[in-house]
């Protein structure tokens, strides 16, 4: 008995021995996980400690002493260390470690520099980790927050887009199909060559450069070549501007609205002449293009220097974007009668109807709008000194230039050669991506309801729709507090903004088949004829521009606001209204799982941007009906251009070092006014929604307090890095400020910003002198 108890004790096999392989494999799982799980809270515990918990040398504006003194700190002799304040320890469960989080912080710290001075550049502060490790991509001009959710957006829209259709799909989902499919179909494209834009030029009338003596100047008149153009798809705005618009005087209805000609290149370059760089560029393409088609290299370069210099007397006899901000110098009502009077050489009635037609019809009595009247009467003494061969020659250049991107590959060459020098771009972009913008662009509609049924999260809507409101108190707190203006004028400001009108995210409508079948009706796409397609849409949009000549405003109408999948936020004079597309509602700017000082510097400055808009220098000029009406009081209004004189001569004194060129204060003044207010609100805002709430946590491994995290956000908004190239064209032709100034100019004229980070007076982001209209 003892021995075979002896042999049993030691023949017995241990626990681990009598688990099966299974049970063995399972168990060593689970105690790894759980070994890795104490670590990881332990790593957490000493990283929140370490970075968090421990007094750091970064500004908080409550418990904080200054380590120099106040002179030292105003002479300048502590550069590095005069913002370093030592900063009681936070609690450790003062920070927030969910997800969203640890995810924002990881991207902020990614982006900044922590090396630079919050109070001498917090540009660089915020920023310069982004532009250290950021490589713009051969097929981008440019790189900032706007580009990155646009990326997302367009990832999730090809899956939408490219999606087998179910039977029942609705024809407008299978309509933006059908062109994406048209666009991707390369084969066809090729097999098909440049005989759809030859064949086109021939429909037109026949491009002189091409015909050589076989042209006939008998068969070309201007005005005809524009009627060919409207029946064929191609743009009526080559001589004239021609639109319809609404009244800005009575926005209850529509009228025709003349403009100066839609020039090829921007007015800003062609007038500075025939030798100018990027004109000689423009130039070259043309000549390029034109023997790529079939033309005799000596005759494209005669006739098409011809045609360019009209084209530059066309830019020289209109009017620079800085003298279009007085919109009421634009508002030149005449009836149709009175044009044929003023400028009789040109048959205005037949102009009219024939480009209408069958849309609309005009009576002789009826009004339209003339914005550059200098500009008719100097249009008919050119037209009528320039021989016709010029002219067709310009014209059919500008029809020829808007088709190459539909042909092939050969010519879209040349094209991206053209944009290189344009633009600094080397590669284009991925074929699938340029289709699916292409279709959202043309399909807005269509493509934003697919958008919107698969990938929009609701709740951001009713968040966004709470941050309009909490902003817009704000900015009416400080139209109630301006000491600059009349009691009269400030009722009439205060009524503005209380009826501004707010579209967040996406009208109810895009859900709607029946109402998507209705705009669709009538647009037919061939998904093997890409140039067909395109033509087909912009006639299938000038009808429906067209159309509405007759009909009422509707300011909240669903089409006009059912544009979702867009990154971008809009102020509409004309309607007081701001508008905030699903697009926008991401990345960056806006998400429910991160702490309200990131969507209040993002979103909210947007919001707050777009809601100023309704008072610079342009938006102003609108009452609260959205109609053109003056209604300020003139010892008042020229407060007001006082202080915008301030923000033009601010921004006009930055200069872009990389280019050697100053922004153009004038016509971006409406942005910077608009970017200065905004960045006001939001902040105030957010004091306000803490007050409704509860201090906020901080998030891991930053060692700043939620104020201070509102700036950082408000700069990560605009981290922007851009070609040279690129950015020669911004200052020249754009209304916005380049990223870099969108944060240095308003958070240096902001006193809550300098207090926040402890800047003293007299550092580069705590000027002496700061500027504010609102």
Known sequence: MTNSMKQTVIKNPTWWKRRSGLERGLTVIAVSGFLLCIALAVALGILA??????TTSRPDPVNTEMLPSTAEALSGSETSSNIHVIQKSPECDDICLTPGCVATASQILKNMDHNVEPCDDFYKFACGGFLGTTSIPDDKTSV????????????????????????????????????????????????????????????LGGWPVLDAERWNEGDFTWKDAVYRFRRLGYSVDYFIDFGVSVDLKNNSRRLIDLDQAALGLSREYLSKGFDEKIVQAYYNYMVDIAVILGANPD?????????????????????????????TLLYNPMTVNQLS??????????????????????????????????????????????????????????????????????????????????NGKTEREPRWKECVEIVSGSMAISVGSMYVRKYFKEDAKKTALEMVEDIREEFTKILKKVEWMDEKTRANALEKAADMTSHIAYPDELL????????????????????????????????????????????????????PAIVNAFYSSIENSIQFPAGILQGTFFSNDRPRYMNYGAIGFVIGHEITHGFDDQGRQFNKEGNLVDWWEPETKEHY?????CIIYQYGNYTVKDVGMNLNGINTQGENIADNGGIKEAYYAYKEWVKRNKPEQRLPGLPYN????????????WCSKYRPEAMKLRITTGFHSPGEFRVRGPL????????DFNCPVGSKMNPKKKCAVW
């Open 341 to 422: 009077a003023t400028y009789p050489s040109i048959p205005w009635w037949e102009y009219f109807n024939t480009i209408l037609a069958p849309q609309a019809q005009l009576s002789r009595d009826e009004i339209v709008i003339v914005n550059v009247p200098s500009y008719l009467k100097d249009f008919e003494r050119l037209i009528s000194e320039t021989p016709k061969r010029v002219q067709a020659n310009y014209v059919f250049w500008r029809a020829a230039a808007a088709s190459v991107s539909y042909l092939t590959d050969d010519i879209r060459k040349r094209q991206l050669k053209y944009t290189l020098e344009l």
């Open 144 to 203: 900032n927050a706007f580009s990155v959710i646009v990326d997302a957006l367009l990832e999730q829209l090809r899956t939408s887009i490219e999606e087998e259709s179910p039977p029942n799909e609705p024809r407008p989902f299978k309509l933006a199909k059908d062109f994406y499919e048209a666009c991707m179909n390369k084969t066809a494209i090729e097999e098909r060559g440049l005989q759809p834009l030859l064949n086109n030029l021939r429909k």
């Open 512 to 563: 709607d088949n029946r109402k998507l079948d209705e705009f669709y009706e009538g647009l037919e796409l061939n998904s093997s004829d890409y140039l067909g397609s395109i033509l087909n849409l912009t006639i299938f949009g000038t009808n429906f521009s067209f159309g509405r000549l007759r009909k009422p405003v509707n300011k909240t109408e669903w089409i006009t606001h059912g544009r």
């Open 641 to 645: 251009l006082r202080r915008a004189e």
């Open 49 to 54: 400690s370490n970075t968090t918990c421990n």
């Open 748 to 755: 240096s004229n902001m006193e809550e910003f300098s207090r």
């Open 299 to 327: 005759r494209a370069r005669k006739e098409l220097k011809e045609s360019l210099e009209f084209e530059i007397k066309l830019a020289n006899i209109s009017l620079p974007n800085e003298k279009r901000r007085n919109v």
């Open 706 to 717: 939620p104020e201070q995290m509102f700036w950082v956000s408000a700069a990560n908004s």
